[in-house]
């Protein structure tokens, strides 16, 4: 939730509330939506960068989760764009870990735009980090945008069906 500040202590004291129950309503719309196909995990402790963990059912492939949430009454978002940021030193690129980036509803409790990027094509992507050591997540909110992160734009009934996707191409390539 790092559209309010660039430094933890400046950020709502709300913001990590509204971030996990962001966290919840991605793994609870890919549950239910996939009728109970897809299954997911939580961490304790994210300090490694990873929010959620998903898998399909009778299959051995995890898919790993960085989720960054942002409101839909936000600032940034108010002007037409979706900003995140990753901390450059847990960020650790692989096969099996992706960065969701999600737009949330908050009026309706409901998921309105999301990017799923594995992190090799975010790294290939994002540019270097900024001066606090974090990379940048901008994307157009623009129907029919062209943006670099245009090809990862989601849905929220697209997403479910990506996710089981991106495992089952972890599986056939594990």
Known sequence: MDEIGDDYLDKSPDAGRM???AEYLVASVCILTTRG????STSLVDDEGVDLVFHLRGSTATLAVQVKARMADGAVVGRGRFQAFIRSTTFRPRTDLDLLFVLIDNAKGAIEQAWLVPSPNFEASCGRPTTNDRFRF???LKAGTQDKWAQYRLSAAELPVRIMKRLEDLENSG
Do not use: E, I, M
Request: aromatic share 0%.
């Open 19 to 21: 971030g996990k129950a």
């Open 138 to 140: 901008s994307a157009s």
């Open 37 to 40: 196909r897809l299954n997911v």
